[in-house]
């Protein structure tokens, strides 16, 4: 019974060991993260599959080792001797790791009490346990002397400030590698009505939930400004809308795109502002802000 | 010498085991809406009452407070009598007990959902009722200590260790974290602010987890599982080291509820290594109980209440192994805030306290009644359903915090977060959700087949109101005899032993909490923070009353992709006036520290009205109430009297003009909401609330400005 429980421990803990390292590999295969039903049932499934196959596993182990018994036991009685099973590596090891009085001589350290007819023995500190116990004192003297006297390890904001100079020695190398995607600023872009940028664009805007301000058609709501008529609160055509991107209009609420995404990103999303312009939403927003053509009725040509 | 004639009194006991049964039953099924609101959230029923922030805490409560409350008592009045050979000490006093904490219970379930609540997790019951939990508690005290000084038994058995130092802690705890200023019947701000107030409030939630649901089930495990199997205690040596390493560090561990946010950095590794040094002590309880069922390994198989009590404590053992992990700094950076905390406290509930209680039932209810249990097979059945419920409970909310985790943290190639819309790590944990709410079920299914098993046993018996029982009074002189010092010198001596234990769970606490109150030098002033506007302080009553702090933490931790996400990280001193803090210990929404501007008033309004509608998908409860109920500008007064009693530094006769201010910040907004083509009266709720969400992380960023010329 102890070794079946022990057994289903390792089972138990082996599995969840498993649904960790899947949910973990599946991370970077599902960008759109949407776990499915279907999965976790796949999971759970193998999960329980997994369990079965160790409990066969071990069941198997007992039969074959009650056999192997039953066989010495023979061999020993033809043999004319009697017969004396041998201890498992497992019960001499927690014999030596428990340092218990066996069952059978445990009258030897009773200490006599009898709590409503309740006993108590006086069995050792198991060796184990003890030692284990004292291994986690000395840990905690050196976790403190490490992190408070010697300074050897960099508490919380020590290990932020480390954390964010990694990222940023990080970002101005990919910065240095894609020189065109550093250029693009408000200055020199221009519009065109490539559906490739348009397309990735559209996802952007699906991506960051734009729709809640702006309405998923671009329509507007009762937050956000309708996207999809020539009037504009901060300037239309592409240079006007990209800096409301990417820079935002923070005090109405228009946040800062600019320091969530990439530069690309924000060009790919405004292109796809534009290219709104004229589309029909369900239900618009009255115009706000003030009519804007020139530039981009040109673009668009 | 001459044996005397008494009773048990079973009474007492049979009425504490049917409010188990009872409560159970209840806050299960609370727990159960509340996890398929969380998939599912119009399940409250668009009433305000049954919105998850508030009967979260009713959920908590109940199973804390009312179902293992009620079991431990009827328990420590069942085991006390027997251990100590004497009827309880006042039948009176049993009781008023018993009545006096139902009728605390019942004030909880009707309080709760009306939003009266502290926020501090535990503790949420407003001051009567804590003053009424003190004068009760102090009762059962009474009631305890003058039962073992009228024993008949010379000497204290563990359980009864256990039990003293339940209560003498539980009494600091409540009493120091209760702390708080009343403003009406059912109002109060904690005497603690930010840091300190979280301080406090973890190092009491901590500790209520330890001394509530730890060592008097400690008590109880050493008083029914040598009963049940027969056998021996394994080791009397173990019994009295892990007691007393048990109490003494337990006490430390609170600051690990608050890594890696702004309490000082000593304090919490105090609460780190202090954790680990809980493992062994921890196991010691586990180990002496299994160990005990040497030479019983075969009647586990056969006998229920066995197997309830293996399940529990191996529950137990691979909760208190679990505890000390997660509070690795590198660990506790992963699973904090996440359904991983949900799966531990459940791992713990469900496995260690649940089947611990219900051992006990199954062995308890069938001697009182003097008949056998009525079904042996419902029993087993009854097994196997909680122990898949706890598997199908736990193992979905581990994947889930672990999957939500990764979500928050993971970074692109370009260095920006790949899930900026928190939105998205919501979505995709709901699949888990709705495999933990199966779990659940399970379990609860289970209990249902318990009570019905126990109300047919019940009725097949005959209830022995007063068992007799016999044995020897006390000699007056006491003969010392051999079992070590700690027999002679402590065992029999109850007052000294309480004593003792006071001062062992007492170092702790002094040790962590003087400093954090005395040293300055812990909690950084930033002279641009100030107090709530009158408006923002209504509303942020409201954010407290609706239990927000439940799913929104309103605290920024020093990680990139925090910084990244929410923006700068929380400073000790953002928080000087907050009383109560609203770190908050769950996100299942985002945080809140630095929402302030950065939607606008108009988004709020949306968004608190239909909040599926501005984002699609959220499980964001709405709240339509909040529009229609009105600021009661009658308060205003005492709130800002009250905080200033406690050092808040509103200016001299400002109560006589604050409506005014409050006024103007409202028409302000409300002007604002227009511009969007928004009507809405000035006096609303809602305005309050939006005043509040958009001055969180203000104060900050005005330095930054002040800094900056």
Redesign the interface.
């Known amino acids: ?2 070794k079946l ?1 022990s057994a289903f ?1 390792l089972a ?1 803990i082996s ?2 060991c498993l ?2 390292s899947a ?2 590999e599946s ?1 970077p295969a599902t ?1 759109s ?5 279907s ?2 049932v796949t ?2 499934f193998a ?1 329980v599959v997994f369990i079965l196959f160790i409990v066969v596993l071990i069941t198997l182990t007992r039969v074959l080792n009650l056999l192997m018994r039953q066989l010495e036991k023979q061999r020993a009685e033809a043999a004319g001797k009697t017969y004396v099973p041998q201890l498992s590596w497992w019960a001499k090891l927690t014999q030596q790791l ?1 340092d ?1 009085v066996p ?1 059978e001589q ?1 009258g030897t350290i ?4 009898d ?12 060796p184990w ?1 003890k030692w ?2 004292y291994i ?2 000395v ?3 050196i ?2 002397v490490v ?2 006297l010697t300074d050897s390890l960099p ?3 020590q ?2 400030d480390t ?2 100079a990694q ?1 940023k020695t ?2 101005q190398k ?1 910065a240095a590698l894609q020189p065109a995607a550093a250029a693009l600023d408000e200055s020199t872009l221009v519009y065109s009505p490539d559906a490739i940028i348009i397309g990735r664009g559209k996802e952007v805007f699906a ?3 734009c ?3 702006h309405g ?1 058609d671009g329509g507007g ?4 400004p309708n996207l999809t008529d020539p009037y504009w609160l901060h300037g239309g055509g592409i240079k006007n809308v990209f800096h409301t991107i990417k820079d935002g209009v ?4 228009m ?1 800062a795109w600019g320091k ?3 530069i690309t990103d924000v060009r790919d999303v405004a292109f796809f502002v534009l290219s709104l312009e004229g589309t029909k939403p369900a239900n618009p927003k009255a115009p706000q802000g003030e009519l804007y053509k020139s530039e981009t009725k040109a673009e668009k040509k | 010498m001459e044996l005397q004639k008494f009773y048990y009194d079973n009474k007492i006991v049979k009425a504490f085991y049917i409010a188990t049964v009872v409560f159970g039953l209840v806050g299960m099924l609370v727990g159960l809406t509340a996890a398929i609101q969380l998939f599912y959230p119009i399940f409250n029923f668009n009433l305000q009452y049954t919105t998850f922030g508030r009967i979260r805490p009713l959920h908590t409560n109940a199973i804390i407070f009312a179902f293992v409350g009620n079991a431990i008592f009827g328990a420590v009045y069942y085991s006390l009598q027997r251990l100590l050979k004497t009827r309880m000490f006042s039948d009176l006093l049993s009781w008023v007990h018993f009545w006096g904490w139902q009728l605390i219970i019942l004030a909880a379930a009707i309080t709760l959902p009306l939003g009266f609540t502290t926020s501090k997790e535990y503790a949420e019951l407003e001051w009567p009722i804590d003053i009424a939990i003190t004068i009760v508690w102090v009762i059962f005290g009474i009631n305890m200590i003058g039962t073992i000084l009228r024993r008949r038994e010379r000497h204290m058995y563990v359980a009864i260790w256990f039990y003293l130092a339940t209560f003498v802690t539980v009494a600091v705890l409540h009493i120091v974290n209760s702390f708080e200023i009343p403003v009406t019947f059912f109002k109060s701000y904690s005497w603690y602010a930010g840091v300190q107030d979280a301080l406090v409030q973890w190092w009491y939630g901590h500790n209520a987890v330890a001394f509530f649901l730890t060592t008097p089930f400690l008590g109880m495990m050493y008083y029914y599982l040598p009963k049940a199997a027969n056998r021996p205690v394994y080791s009397y040596k173990l019994s009295i080291i892990h007691f007393w390493s048990l109490i003494f560090i337990y006490i430390w561990a609170g600051p690990h509820h608050l890594l890696y946010t702004s309490l000082p950095d000593w304090a919490q590794s105090l609460g780190t290594v202090f954790s680990i040094m809980l493992i062994a002590p921890s196991w010691g309880g586990a180990l002496n109980g299994l160990m005990t069922l040497r030479g019983a390994w075969d009647r586990v198989r056969e006998d229920p209440v066995l197997k309830f009590i293996v399940v529990a404590i191996t529950a137990y053992s691979m909760a208190v192994l679990e505890g000390p992990l997660l509070s690795l700094k590198n660990v506790n950076a992963i699973t904090h805030f996440t359904d991983w905390i949900v799966a531990h406290v459940h791992l713990g509930a469900l496995g260690w306290n649940g089947f611990l209680v219900f051992a006990v039932l199954y062995w308890t209810i069938p001697r009182m009644w003097n008949t056998t249990l009525y079904s042996k097979k419902m029993a087993n059945a009854h097994f196997w359903l909680g122990t898949l419920g706890i598997i199908f409970y736990a193992l979905p909310m581990y994947v889930s915090g672990l999957t939500q985790s990764l979500m928050w943290k993971e970074f692109n190639a370009d260095g920006f977060l790949v899930y900026k819309n928190f939105l998205e790590t919501t979505v995709a944990i709901l699949p888990l959700h709705m495999l933990r709410a199966i779990g659940g079920s399970l379990y609860l299914t289970g209990f249902i087949l318990m009570t019905y098993n126990l109300i047919k046993t019940a009725y097949a018996g005959k209830f022995i109101a007063n068992e007799e029982a016999q044995a020897a009074p006390l000699a007056k002189e006491y003969v010392a005899t051999s079992g070590g010092w700690h027999y002679r010198v402590l065992e029999n001596k109850p007052i000294l032993f309480t004593v003792l234990s006071l001062v062992a769970i007492l170092i702790g606490g002094i040790v962590e909490m003087v400093p954090t109150f005395l040293i300055k030098s812990n909690v950084p002033t930033i002279s641009s923070v100030k107090p709530y506007s009158p408006l923002e302080l209504h509303g942020r009553d409201i954010y407290i009353r609706e239990g927000c702090v439940g799913c929104h933490t309103q605290m920024v931790r020093p990680f990139r992709s925090e910084t990244e996400r929410y923006g700068e990280y929380s400073k000790a001193g953002e928080f000087v006036y907050d009383h109560p803090f609203l770190w908050g210990s769950k996100r299942t929404g985002p945080d809140l520290a630095r929402v302030g501007g950065k939607y606008s008033n108009s988004w709020h309004y949306n968004h608190l009205l239909a909040p599926d509608a501005v984002s699609t998908g959220s499980i964001m409860p709405s709240y339509p109430w909040l529009f229609e109920q009105t600021i009661n500008l009658d308060l205003t007064a005492g709130k800002i009297n009250a905080l200033r009693k406690i050092g808040v530094p509103y200016a001299e006769n400002y109560e006589a003009t604050a409506n005014e201010d409050l006024k103007k910040q409202a028409t302000e907004i409300t002007s604002s909401l227009k511009a969007d083509g928004i009507e809405t009266p000035s006096d609303a709720e809602i305005v309050a609330v939006i005043a509040y969400l958009q001055r969180l992380g203000k104060d900050i960023k005005a330095e930054k400005v002040a800094e900056q010329p």
């Open positions: 019974m102890k429980f421990l138990f599995l969840s649904a960790q949910a973990k991370l960008p993260a949407s776990h499915s039903l999965y976790y999971i759970s999960a428990n218990a069952v445990e009773e200490m006599g009490h709590y409503d007819g309740i006993r108590e023995l006086d069995n050792h500190l198991p346990w284990f116990f986690t004192i840990w905690g003297a976790y403190l992190y408070h508490l919380m904001h290990e932020y954390e964010v990222a990080a970002q990919l991506k960051n939930a729709g809640s301000c998923n709501n009762s937050i956000g923070v005090e109405k609420g946040p969530a995404m990439s």
